[in-house]
């Protein structure tokens, strides 16, 4: 069973909340490339959405938006981590993003931040 096929969880309510989660708990929300593109198209999804209209970012299992994890014998980012559409996808998914609507994160637990290394 693929542990990261449900890597990021996105929830919408009738009131316009959407909650975008990522579920990696078994690597601490460590971000891959999979899992950042996954992050990016649910923002994306959630700004071109009209019902909703204020975003949650959350991590699953007490730990929120950790690292990047890659791999050690990568040394710069894989194709998909490059301009869509004038939009930028970064190594984390949306870190060059320019959020249209209010996303804001409910930070439980660990926070650390990250960067392509």
Known sequence: MDKDADSVVSQST???ITTITINR?????AVNPA???KLYDAIIAFEDDPTQ????????GG???PISQTDANV???SANMLPVS???????????LQVKK????AVAGYAVAGAWS
């Not at 708990?25 to 929300?29: G, I, K, S, T």
């Not at 209209?53 to 991590?59: C, F, N, Q, T, Y």
């Not at 004038?86 to 060059?96: A, F, H």
């Not at 209010?102 to 994160?105: A, H, K, N, Q, T």
Request: charged share 15%.
């Open 14 to 16: 009738p009131q316009g």
């Open 25 to 29: 708990p078994h690597r601490r929300n």
């Open 35 to 37: 899992t950042a593109q």
């Open 53 to 60: 209209k204020v975003g949650i970012l959350a991590g699953a």
């Open 63 to 65: 730990t929120f938006a």
């Open 75 to 77: 040394t710069e980012p």
């Open 86 to 96: 004038g939009r930028n996808l970064g190594p984390m998914g949306p870190s060059r």
């Open 102 to 105: 209010p996303l804001i994160c």
